[in-house]
């Protein structure tokens, strides 16, 4: 499985980005997704996760309410949109794949658990 993301930049304070990350191999419908972001000489932080389907969906407690994950199987896509951007939530962003998850296991939040992962993108909130 080979994990693309693309869609990062700078924006001001108050903007708006929107991240996306595309597959290839495997089977993505059957994989939960994630996004996880880290700044220099921190750990990787835990943003948001949609399981394969769809229907379930967590979010950090940092970005709920601002951020939205969303997936298109079909095109083999998961999509992060990130509003009102704040200069905290700079950081390079990473997608990544769950291929072991299944419906009765909620959505992972701890980097392990996914096993690829993409180049990461940077995103840069200007105050």
Known sequence: VQLQASGGGLVQAGGSLRLSCTASGGTFSSYDMGWFR?????????????????????YAESVKGRFIISRDNAKKTVNLQMNILKPEDTAVYYCAADTQGYWARPLSVVSGTYEYWGQGTQVTVSS
């Open 38 to 58: 880290q700044t220099p000489g921190e750990e990787r932080e835990f943003v948001a996760a949609i399981s394969s389907s769809s229907s379930r969906k967590v």
